[in-house]
């Protein structure tokens, strides 16, 4: 019988998973109630260069326009990058076409790049990712490689601890450790990681950002307005400032706007142009790519009205990562992590979730999505008169946050604005 290798991802809010001795058990469903996508984008796999590569492949298949959704691309690779390290043959060769490397090595230098850059913690701002591998303790009958357990802690900083998965005192210590990387701002009950006995392994990703905005909306200019969402007109808090001479973006159907955070980078809104539906924007990779990256920079005075929100979302991603191509590593009688364990070469992965949280308000944003567009600060060389444009994010709309550098943190789409607790 295979035995289970369980991944988890976590940014922020951690989902959690029962593992079995057998493929396709039932698993203990996360405190968070999120449903999951009816059907998924039928999104044709493009030769994949790197982490950008992945980010928008990964998101064309997630987002669809239609509901709430929050992404890390960051977490999900480095998670799955740790992976690779252990997997072997065409299982490894599978995982490394997906992540856009051609090598082991290639891929640590991708990941090791970020980790060292991806990294502070200030009174105002915090970025912080860590990486765990929770191991069965099994009497000496089953022995990790020292090769790739020197290999996680190297490259990925990873924690390494030994634990029995049929105790219920490994849901809490796994438990406490995403709170202490969430810093608090996640606690989850134990009861939320119970595994099976015969479970090998289970790796963990956490990301959580905490940064404000560079310049603060004032909180006495929010009013209360209505928002046009899909299921209909509710009423949100909406804030509200003007940016004068800063530059915008005009592209095919949409317009774009960024908005400075104070350390980690800027937070991007793509706003579909009236009467066009966000889910006309998604589908490709190429077509997110272009709302991303394509448009003419306006130079304008622009007013800004956006909603405050803060919803959470689970995502699994077994199916989704199968059909880019790692169908493979989740087949008990192909995968292939021979590189993982000395003495075991039975190993597949059982299940993949990530969960997140992110919230938007006057002072800035606390796990928010991937960004990648480029913003400008005005420099006025002559004196004229500059267009005055409305961004009122009255109206389903996607946004993104990235670093300085351009790397992809989280990635999601408003149809809602909800204020859950």
Known sequence: MKRLLCILFAMLL??????????????????????????????????????????????????????NKNLS??????????????????????????????????LRGVCGAMLETLSFDTEDSTLEIADSIWMADRNGTLTFREDYLKTLADVYRSEANAVDFAKAETGKQIAAWITEHTRGKITLSPDDFRFDPDTVAVLINTIYLKDAWRD???????????????????????????????????????????LPLL?????????PDEGTPLSDLFGTPEKLDALLNDGMPIRADVDVKLPKFKFEDRIELNEILESLGLGRAFDPDRADFSGMCVDKNDIFISKVLQGS?????????????????????????????????????????????????????????VTEPTNAE
Do not use: W
């Open 263 to 271: 350390r980690v980078g800027r937070m991007t809104f793509i706003l």
């Open 14 to 67: 951690l989902c959690a998973c029962t593992v079995t001795g057998t493929p396709a058990a039932p698993v203990a469903e996360p405190t968070v109630p999120t449903e999951a996508p009816e059907t998924l984008p039928d999104v044709p796999i493009p030769e994949i260069t790197g982490y950008a590569g992945f980010s928008d492949v990964l998101s064309s298949k997630l987002l669809d326009g239609t509901q």
């Open 73 to 106: 691309p960051i977490s999900v690779y480095l998670a799955l990058a740790m992976t690779a390290e252990g997997a072997s043959g065409e299982t490894q060769a599978d995982m490394l076409k997906l992540l856009g490397c051609s090598s082991l090595e290639e």
């Open 216 to 258: 603060a909306f004032y909180e006495g200019a929010t009013q209360s307005g209505t928002f046009h969402g899909l299921s209909g007109d509710l009423t949100v808090d909406y804030m509200h400032r003007t940016d004068n001479d800063v530059m915008i973006i005009k592209g095919d159907g949409f317009l774009s706007y960024s």
């Open 357 to 413: 949280f992110i919230g938007v308000d006057e002072n800035g944003v606390e796990a928010a999505a991937y960004t990648m567009i480029v913003m400008a600060e005005g420099c006025a060389l002559y004196p004229e008169d500059l267009p005055k444009i409305d961004f009122h994010l009255t109206r389903p709309f996607l946004y993104t946050i990235e670093s300085d550098d351009g790397t992809v943190l989280f990635i999601g789409t």
